[in-house]
Nanobody, 125 residues
Framework: QVQLVESGGGLVQAGGSLRLSCAAS????????MGWFRQAPGKEREFVAA????????TYTDSVKGRFTITRDNAKNTMYLQMNSLKPEDTAVYYC??????????????????WGQGTQVTVSS
C-alpha cells in the first residue's frame, strides 16, 4: 500500500521560505514520478511541480518558476519542495502525489493516483 505523508507547512510572512517534505512508503520509490499540487480556498487543485524517478528531470508551473525547487532523495524515500520568496497567493493546502506507472517520461501529465493528506501553507502579507 503506497503511503505519502507531507510535512513542513506553516505560517510565514511574504518573502519568507518554507521547505515541504513528502515521505513515501510501500514500494520502490525511485521508479516513480512524484509531484506537488496545491489547492487554495474556493479554487481547483493545481499542479505546482514534478520530478522524475531519478531526480534528473523537473518541471514547474509558471507562477513558481525561479522561486520553488523540487528535489528528491531516493535513499530516504523523500521528496522536497523548497519554497522561497513566498507570496500571499501561494497560500494553499499542498499535496504530494505519485502514480502507478513506473519509469514514466511524463511529469506534468503523469497519471497521479496516490495522494497525501496535505499540509497547510499560509503566507501573510
Amino acid at each position: 500500500q503506497v503511503q505519502l505523508v507531507e510535512s513542513g507547512g506553516g505560517l510565514v510572512q511574504a518573502g519568507g521560505s518554507l521547505r515541504l517534505s513528502c515521505a513515501a512508503s510501500g514500494r520502490t520509490f525511485s521508479s516513480y514520478v512524484m509531484g506537488w499540487f496545491r489547492q487554495a480556498p474556493g479554487k481547483e487543485r493545481e499542479f505546482v511541480a514534478a520530478v522524475s524517478g531519478s531526480g534528473g528531470s523537473t518541471t514547474y508551473t509558471d507562477s513558481v518558476k525561479g522561486r520553488f525547487t523540487i528535489t528528491r532523495d531516493n535513499a530516504k524515500n523523500t521528496m522536497y519542495l523548497q519554497m522561497n520568496s513566498l507570496k500571499p497567493e501561494d497560500t494553499a493546502v499542498y499535496y504530494c502525489a505519485t502514480g502507478r506507472t513506473p519509469y514514466s517520461a511524463k511529469l506534468r501529465t503523469y497519471d497521479y493516483n496516490y495522494w497525501g493528506q496535505g499540509t497547510q501553507v499560509t503566507v501573510s502579507s
